[in-house]
Every structure is written in C-alpha cells, then in structure tokens.
C-alpha cells in the first residue's frame, strides 16, 4: 500500500528543506581583515526587544560570517525574560549581505543560532 502525505506534512518538510539551505548555525569566527570594509562596530542607540528577548543598546564588535551575512557579538548577554526572572544568552545582531540595513537579532538557544525579529528600523551606526 503506497504511503500518502497530507498537505500539512508535505508543507512541514518543504519548510525544513528551505530554511536548512538559508544559512549556518555554526557562522565561522572571521578575522577583522575579512570583514566588511568600515563595518567592525555595529552601534545601537537604544535598547530594542523581539518578544521576550531584551537587547542592550551599546557597541556590537563584528564576530563571524556566514554566506547570507555578518554577525556582531552584543556588548553584554541578552536577557530573556521568563516568569521567574531572567536567562541570560550569548548572541547579537544579524547583518545581512545582500542588503547592509536589514538588521535582526540572534541568541545562541541550546548549541543553536536562531535569527529574531525585525530591527531594521532602530537607530544605528556602523564605525570603523
């Protein structure tokens, strides 16, 4: 008897397939002679927020790459606001190449990057 899929498990897998070619988990450590030309700091004028996830304003140092984008190491951990209290993670702001004003933030959550929210919009300032 020939195995049938339904819609949703067909929509499953195609979202896996491509999400999994979107990027790295692991972005490799570049040295700064590798980075973007003017672009070692990344600065945040004020705090921004995704859902839970509170990340501080301050002086973001370029850490890694991958093949979409740069990735610049926060200041300080980000706070994760849970019911009792905080967790405190390791992550930064995401910069994608294709297009430099296209921000988003990042945690590393249980050995993995995940990308969150949208902060285009805040006010930065990439320094040399």
């Given at each position: 008897m020939?195995v049938?899929?339904?819609?949703?498990l067909?929509?499953?897998?195609?979202?896996?397939?491509?999400f999994g070619?979107?990027?790295?988990s692991?972005p490799?450590?570049?040295p700064?002679?590798?980075?973007?030309?003017?672009?070692?700091?990344?600065e945040?004028y004020?705090?921004v927020?995704a859902a839970t996830?509170?990340?501080p304003?301050?002086?973001?140092?370029?850490?890694?790459?991958?093949?979409?984008?740069?990735y610049?190491?926060?200041p300080?951990k980000?706070?994760?606001?849970?019911?009792?209290?905080?967790?405190?993670?390791?992550?930064?702001?995401?910069v994608?190449?294709?297009?430099?004003?296209k921000?988003?933030g990042?945690?590393?959550?249980?050995?993995?990057?995940t990308h969150v929210?949208?902060?285009?919009?805040?006010?930065h300032?990439?320094?040399?």
């Amino acid at each position: 008897m020939p195995v049938r899929l339904g819609p949703q498990l067909l929509n499953v897998l195609l979202a896996f397939l491509l999400f999994g070619c979107a990027g790295s988990s692991h972005p490799r450590v570049i040295p700064p002679s590798e980075g973007p030309p003017n672009r070692q700091y990344l600065e945040l004028y004020s705090d921004v927020h995704a859902a839970t996830l509170h990340f501080p304003a301050g002086v973001y140092t370029l850490n890694a790459a991958d093949k979409i984008g740069y990735y610049y190491r926060a200041p300080r951990k980000i706070a994760e606001h849970i019911g009792a209290g905080s967790v405190w993670r390791n992550g930064g702001i995401f910069v994608s190449k294709r297009n430099p004003e296209k921000l988003r933030g990042y945690v590393y959550r249980a050995g993995a990057l995940t990308h969150v929210g949208n902060f285009s919009r805040t006010k930065h300032e990439f320094h040399d």
